[in-house]
């Protein structure tokens, strides 16, 4: 690793830096579930700390960090309030209680992590890299493993017992067996399209690395991953993500106002091609995996239905579902219409709110920091993986994607060592021309 000027890795990097690295072996373990939460808990302590001993590491969080707590917070409400409403088991409202800290909780407690420590931007983005390599590396294994023959499923990890969504989520495979009998690859996830939204992470982290090298495996290792899960998501996630990473944090450069005005104008003057165009891009990409598509189209139809027995604050869990819907539970495969169904217009709201927060003051700030940038990638994938996933049974794969929003909505950040920004030796910082 390029060595840092002025100070090594202070404690909170190193164990972000080596969680990251070691993605594959926890995985392997099935301790990955279990990582996430435990890190992210252990770093908020940390934070609890440093402000109780006026640590000079510690940065104080801005509004939009405290948005996200109050927000998170109306969410374990609704929760609550829901599982009262029907009555649900005391043993049942416990259970969805440490999923909400597992799961929800997770948003705030990482963007507060990567707002109040002193963690810096490159630790982050090697340790993304280091990730994306090891999965070029393996990806061949993982598909040679499919078509010898090889089974799916090594194991599933007796941590299965602290609970969780699934056996999925503490489950060791090498790959996945569609209906149809196809392969697909879905590597440390639980399923291949929540491996798109690790992708997004991975590469909007990645690409902040100072050394052009990582950059180019790590990216190679991200494309490979986006290809192997066959999950519309990434491909559609990955390039809008760079795009608005690139455009939105670059929009004071008068060359991005005339490619602007140039493509209103050509927008304008084509327009019935264009909407053609997209009319027929939406049919192939819908068509790609009709069967998934109905499936995801029913779950939000009946969520949407059923949204007016509990309008305000939902039904307190996900129930189950029907042969119509390959018995997915009502409430899933969509952050909103799962907010609406479990949580009412309240969990909507809640999460809505910070969501949209986020988004204005990292596109305010990526004008000028790094670490915007990439928050803003990272927060573009949650925005499109919100519309068909579950963002919260998956925040325990992009959490490092969560402290570097942190990282780009921190407040009067004018110190390297605080701020997300790194000098390297003999270098600018974020000087790619290695």
């Known amino acids: 690793m390029v060595s840092q000027t002025g100070s090594e890795k202070t404690p909170e990097e190193h164990l972000i830096f080596w969680a990251i690295g070691l993605t594959y072996v926890f995985y392997a373990l099935g301790a990955l579930y279990v990582v996430a939460p435990v890190i992210g808990w252990s770093l908020l302590l940390l934070v609890c700390w440093r402000f109780a001993s006026a640590d000079e590491r510690f940065h104080a969080p801005g509004i939009g960090i405290w948005v996200w707590w109050i927000a998170t917070f109306a969410i374990l409400v609704a929760l609550v309030i829901g599982h009262f409403d029907y009555g649900l088991s005391r043993s049942q409202l416990i259970k969805s209680i440490i999923g909400w800290a597992k799961g929800w909780a997770m948003f705030p407690v990482f963007v507060t992590v990567g707002a109040c420590l002193s963690i810096r931007l490159q630790v982050l983005a090697r340790a993304a890299n280091i990730v994306s390599v090891q999965t070029l590396v393996l990806a061949p294994f993982l598909v040679a493993a499919a078509y010898i023959g ?90 809008i993500a760079v795009v608005a990473g690139y455009t939105l944090c670059n929009m004071r450069l008068p060359m991005l106002h005339f490619f602007g005005a140039v493509a209103v104008l050509t927008i304008g003057l084509l327009w019935g091609p264009i909407i053609e165009t997209l009319l027929e891009a939406k049919e192939a990409f819908e068509n790609y995996r009709s069967n998934s598509t109905e499936v995801r189209s029913t779950l939000q139809a009946i969520a949407g239905y059923r949204y007016s027995e509990a309008p305000i604050w939902g039904h307190g869990i996900q129930d189950s579902g029907t ?39 990292l596109i305010v700030r990526g004008q000028t920091s790094h670490a915007a940038k990439a928050g803003l990638m990272v927060l573009t994938g949650m925005w499109i993986y919100s519309f068909g996933e579950n963002l919260e049974v998956l925040a325990y794969l992009f959490w490092i994607g969560l402290i570097v929003m942190g990282l780009g909505m921190r407040r009067n950040a004018k110190d390297p060592a605080l701020s997300g920004e790194v000098v390297l030796e003999d270098e600018l910082p974020y000087n790619h021309s290695r």
């Open 150 to 239: 090889i089974p799916p499923e090594i194991w599933v990890s007796p941590l299965s017992a602290v609970g969780g969504p699934g056996p999925e989520f503490f489950a060791f495979r090498l790959y996945g067996i569609t209906p149809d009998g196809s392969f697909r690859w879905a590597f440390f996830a639980p399923w291949a399209p929540g491996a798109g939204m690790a992708a997004v992470t991975l590469l909007a982290l990645g690409m902040m690395d100072t050394d052009r090298r990582w950059v180019m495996f790590g990216a190679l290792g991200v494309l490979a991953m986006a290809v192997l899960v066959k999950s519309r998501l990434a491909l559609l996630g990955l390039p």
């Open 323 to 361: 042969h119509i819907v390959a018995f997915m539970p009502i409430g899933s495969h969509h952050t909103w219409y799962g907010l609406l169904f479990v949580k009412g217009m309240v969990g909507v709201v809640a999460f809505a709110v910070p969501m949209v927060l986020s988004l204005v003051l």
